[in-house]
């Protein structure tokens, strides 16, 4: 007789599939990967502004490669939205058949002793230190810390992502955790066609960050350190707001009416492809990280990549790509010249980007991973 499918309930993303940030990436890849090895997983969405929009034209999936997705009542108000869904995610995923509840960064954790008292195994997977990104007030910070210790107290195991926030929760709690990091899928080449029609950019013609446009990120470092560059390349900031409009217009307004700084707004599918394949350099500046996606998408697209110096980057980049002291934008100014004045170095680094991503961060090895780990808890 054949053995029934371990069920597996996942929280704390947005909705999926998306690329709405990183944990939606991760989650709308994770998710379906496990389904393909034999898992029955159900994913708990948010009823968000995304959700209506996706009812009111007949496009709202309950479905997506073969994982089965629940809309669960949102309060959809900066501040609220996470708070409010994933309290009735986690209600709802308690009473339900699931076996093993992932949830997905700190604060969706500060309900995780309930399944547990119903039985369930309960995965946490930590993204970053989420209370020390800047977008949160006191209350906010606060209501993540409290998820995050509820997570070392009731989770019978906690995800990282980085050997620098395995250290954090040694240190701090004691509590040791798993290191399983994020996966990337095989890049597609695509040359210069849409972002040349639409934003009258051409192929290693331009530097490019793509990532939310959210303080930790170091953006105005860029903005700061690009216009102080004697180079003809143009400045691309893709991206979009994350409860942080305040900064999005301050970045607006540092760029002022520069026609060589081009905000694109939000991007995904061939647009973003093709932003990452033509791109002369990349560049995350961020002061704060916990794995970035778009750092390993970079890397898989064969960017050049330059980032601070922080270890969640310099880890992903092992020895690939170039770096400077974060927060330093005068370091930033001068590696950045160095490479606008000096192509062949650029070029140096896009092959050996491609081989590091191929060798460590690929989908199967990440839910082979995440799959033992699973066994381990439920006993198979």
Not at 108 to 127: D, E, N
Not at 218 to 233: E, N, S, W
Not at 234 to 261: E, H, W
Request: hydrophobic fraction near 40%; proline fraction near 4%; include cysteine.
């Amino acid at each position: 007789m054949k053995k029934a499918a371990k069920r597996v309930a996942m929280i704390g993303h947005k909705f999926i599939p998306s690329r709405d940030g990183g944990v939606e990436v991760v989650v709308s890849n994770l998710a379906p990967h496990l389904a393909e090895i034999g898992y029955d997983v159900t994913c708990y969405n948010r009823t968000s502004r995304q959700f209506r929009k996706l009812r009111k034209t007949g496009e709202l999936m309950r479905e997506y490669r073969g994982v089965r997705l629940v809309w669960v009542p949102t309060v959809d108000r900066r501040g609220l939205a996470a708070m409010t869904s994933s309290v009735f995610a986690t209600i709802r995923a308690s009473f339900s058949r699931a076996d093993l509840i992932h949830l997905h960064t700190e604060g969706p954790c500060i309900l995780c002793w309930l399944p547990r008292l119903f039985g369930k195994k309960i995965v946490v997977t930590v993204h970053g230190l989420d209370h020390m990104r800047q977008k949160w007030g006191r209350f906010a910070s606060a209501y993540i810390m409290q998820g995050e210790k509820a997570a070392v107290r009731h989770a019978h195991s906690i995800i990282v992502l980085s050997n620098g926030v395995r250290a954090y929760f040694r240190e701090k709690y004691g509590r040791e955790t798993v290191l399983i990091p994020n996966g990337i899928n095989p890049a597609e080449i695509r040359p210069a066609s849409e972002i040349t029609k639409q934003f009258g950019l051409a192929s290693r013609e331009y530097i490019l960050f793509l990532g939310r446009l959210v303080p930790e990120k170091g953006i105005h470092y860029l903005i700061k350190a690009y216009q102080m560059l004697r180079t003809d390349k143009k400045l691309v900031i893709v991206g979009g707001t994350s409860d942080t409009d305040d900064y999005v217009r301050q970045l607006y307004a540092m760029a002022g009416d520069s026609p060589s700084i081009i905000f694109t707004g939000f991007q995904q599918g061939a647009v973003a492809e093709e932003l990452y394949n033509n791109a002369y350099l990349y560049v995350l500046p961020s002061d704060l990280e916990g794995m970035p996606l778009t750092l390993l998408e970079a890397m898989n697209y064969g960017c050049c990549c330059v980032t601070s110096d922080i270890g969640e980057c310099v880890d992903v980049m092992d020895g690939c790509g170039f770096s400077f002291p974060h927060g330093n934008v005068e370091a930033l100014r001068e590696t950045l010249q160095d490479l606008c004045d000096h192509p062949e170095k650029v070029e140096a680094h896009r092959g050996e980007a491609r081989k590091v991503i191929a060798s460590k961060y690929t989908w199967q090895d990440i839910t082979a991973q995440t799959d033992g780990l699973y066994r381990k808890l439920l006993g198979d």
